[in-house]
């Protein structure tokens, strides 16, 4: 509680820059982070602001792919649209990778990872590289209290969802909690014994809290044909009519687990049965994006496979 005080008494951070966009369809926007390189989309979760992947000046991994030679272009999901997750990758994601013309990477963080797969799925050789960070595919991997802990969640807020009309962050959140409670507890704990700086701990708190409300159909789909149906893991997961079938990617995978994730568990993890290569890094679900660590251990290495597929003109 003394470390929650000094979160609510801490001044707001200013925001990041908006950066431009270059692309939109319906409320979903493709915004440039700079660079002069390959193109590669990163696609963040639709739960909370794509901020985490350009924090603050110097702690921005769109910044350090951007000075490796890749041209970030993050996907921004604006406000809710009322789609679900299948459409939300039928009708934004995939038309705005064809879009751009030329096969492009792909790059995923959490949620935003798994619908990176499915797109890649459906792009087919349009996507020629996937980076997929701290993602789950394989639903099942989540032990049974966490799985029962987020079906007893959507029992509960599902009747007030359809009473909002969406699913604000704050009804939202607890789901997250109750995958990690005892982390909740100790990182303000620790907040409160610390001298340091408030302001990244403000920072990253703000991010996590914040974000604009998700649509009851994508939480519904979230919830129930992922979380309780494993419906990708299973193989089982359609979009547009098709079936997402992980053994038709087309293109290298690069898994990247966060070996202390408890909000993505790596037994989740796509590569824990399907394609692709796992690098696991000794970091949390959030640490491994952002800490003081993060350059050397995941904005480096990711930079490098990234620019491997680059042509020799670039």
């Not at 359809?162 to 109750?178: H, K, R």
């Not at 409300?213 to 149906?229: K, M, N, Q, V």
């Not at 050397?296 to 680059?310: D, K, M, Q, R, S």
């Amino acid at each position: 509680m003394a470390g929650l005080r000094r979160y609510q008494a801490a001044p707001v951070a200013p925001p990041r820059r908006q950066r431009p966009a270059i692309a939109r369809i319906g409320h979903v926007t493709l915004r440039d982070h700079g660079g002069s390189g390959r193109p590669v989309v990163i696609v963040p979760s639709l739960i909370n602001p794509p901020d985490i992947l350009d924090l603050a000046p110097g702690n921005s991994l769109t910044d350090a792919l951007a000075m490796a030679g890749l041209r970030p272009l993050v996907v921004d999901w604006g406000e809710p649209e009322g789609l679900g997750l299948a459409d939300t990758v039928a009708l934004r994601l995939v038309p705005l990778v064809a879009g751009l013309g030329a096969p492009v990477a792909l790059a995923g963080y959490c949620l935003g990872g798994t619908l990176a797969i499915a797109a890649a799925t459906l792009l087919g050789p349009r996507v020629d590289r996937l980076a997929l960070l701290a993602t789950p595919w394989h639903f099942g991997g989540y032990d049974a209290p966490a799985r029962d802990g987020l079906a007893a969640w959507w029992r509960g807020a599902e009747p007030l969802a359809e009473q909002f009309g969406a699913v604000p962050m704050d009804l939202l959140q607890p789901a997250f909690w109750s995958l990690d409670p005892a982390g909740l507890a100790a990182k303000y704990e620790a907040f409160a014994a610390s001298d340091a700086d408030p302001r990244a701990f403000v920072q990253l708190e703000d991010w996590a809290n914040g974000g604009v409300p998700l649509s009851i159909t994508a939480t519904r789909d979230l919830a129930e044909t992922l979380f309780a149906a494993d419906a990708s893991g299973r193989g089982d997961w359609t979009i547009a009519g098709t079936r997402i079938d992980i053994a038709h990617l087309a293109c290298p995978v690069l898994d990247i687990l966060a070996g202390h994730d408890h909000i993505v568990p790596p037994a989740t993890a796509l590569t824990s049965d399907g394609p692709g290569t796992a690098l696991r890094l000794d970091a949390g679900h959030v640490g491994m994006v952002v800490s003081r660590r993060a350059p050397a251990l995941l904005w480096a290495p990711l930079a490098t496979w990234l620019n491997e597929g680059v042509p020799a003109q670039l």
